[in-house]
């Protein structure tokens, strides 16, 4: 790393719906953003199938698809979209209050302002059948599948109000819906497993675990296993959503900007700026209520908006 670090006016880290607004809104302010992918171009949504619940189209997109459109829309304005990781920061030593940031570990790039848009992964069983059958019917995504599996009986696994705001949407959706708790008790707030356990359609089983999804190239069903009695029961079912949590990509932040218990980055009140000035967090990596792709790119457009301030604010300064 001899070479002098490059200087970016906006750098945007991340290319799901979040970094992709931003950039769409930073360049047509002229904030020059240079937007470096990560590993996953296009974020989470290119890993999932039919998007039919983002605003502007009326029969639906791929998600990868509607992936390349946001980044052609960012580079229709001047975007500089680059494949890269950031696999280090520096917030707190450089004079003029840049922003050190490591790309694919050998190049430095120093940013008057930064927005972090580097999302959430969601978390899986790790179980071979789960994994072959993600895009056949099993989703980490009620609100974005579960229309598909419309009259259906599917199954949702975890006990936490993720999962038992899932259950209760997929209710309202799905003929029936069988909800897999590990332990004898959900981690939901009482509210919430309030709503599940007044759902007629929602079969409730504590102590439950999946030993194995069934289905070739779809899913057809489900052998379940009762952890304090070894007991395998099967089900069929057409859809599985896994709700058991999401990490958020953060792990290069860590003691650099503040985040809370489970690693999502602190906003402050309704803006996206984080407690590092210049430096703004939007989409799942500071939201891990709403999740969609469209509050994401709603708070990607805020980011830029606050950059513009922040930018505007400096350059008045000096
Ligand atoms: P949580 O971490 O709260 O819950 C995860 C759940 O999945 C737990 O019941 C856990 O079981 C279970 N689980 C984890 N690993 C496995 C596994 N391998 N097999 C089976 N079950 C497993 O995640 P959530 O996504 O539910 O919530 C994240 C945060 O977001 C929480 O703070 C929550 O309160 C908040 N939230 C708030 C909402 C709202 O206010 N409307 C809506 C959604 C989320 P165990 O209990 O045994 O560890």
């Not at 840049?98 to 050998?106: G, K, P």
């Not at 009259?151 to 309202?172: F, H, M, P, R, S």
């Amino acid at each position: 790393m001899s070479e002098a670090p490059e200087n970016i006016k906006t750098l945007i880290i991340g290319s799901g719906p979040a970094g992709y607004t931003a950039a769409i809104y930073a360049a047509r302010a002229d904030l020059k953003p240079v937007v470096y992918t990560g590993l996953e171009p296009g974020g989470q949504l290119t890993t999932t199938t039919e998007v039919d619940n983002f605003p502007g189209y009326p029969e639906g997109v791929d998600g990868p698809t509607m992936m390349v459109h946001l980044q052609q829309q960012a580079e229709r304005f001047g975007t500089d979209v680059r494949i890269g990781m950031a696999t280090a920061v520096d917030f707190s030593k450089e004079p003029g209050g840049m922003h050190r940031v490591t790309i694919d570990d050998n190049k430095e790039v120093l940013a008057e302002t930064v927005i972090i848009s580097t999302g959430a992964t969601a978390k899986y069983l790790g179980l071979p059948s789960e994994q072959r059958l993600r895009g056949g019917g099993v989703s980490a995504c009620a609100v974005c599948d579960g229309f598909f599996y419309k009259d259906q009986d599917v199954a949702i696994v975890g006990g936490g109000d993720t999962a038992a705001e899932e259950a209760t949407y997929l209710a309202n959706i799905c003929n029936k819906v069988t909800m897999l708790v590990r332990k004898d008790k959900m981690r939901a707030s009482k509210a919430m497993q309030h709503r599940v356990t007044s759902t007629p359609n929602i079969d409730l089983l504590y102590n439950t675990e999946i030993d194995e999804v069934l289905g070739d190239m779809v899913v057809k069903g489900l052998r379940m296993v009762n952890n304090q009695t070894g007991e395998k029961e099967e089900i069929a079912i057409t859809g599985l959503f896994i709700a058991i949590g999401h990490k958020p990509n953060t792990d290069i932040f860590i003691g650099q900007i503040e985040m809370d218990d489970s690693g999502y980055l602190i906003t402050e009140g309704k803006s996206t700026k984080t407690n590092i000035p210049g430096v703004f967090a939007s989409g799942d990596v500071q939201d891990k209520e709403y999740r969609q792709a469209v509050t994401a790119a709603g708070t990607g457009c805020m980011a830029a908006l606050d950059a513009e301030r922040y930018l505007a604010t400096i350059e008045t300064l000096v």
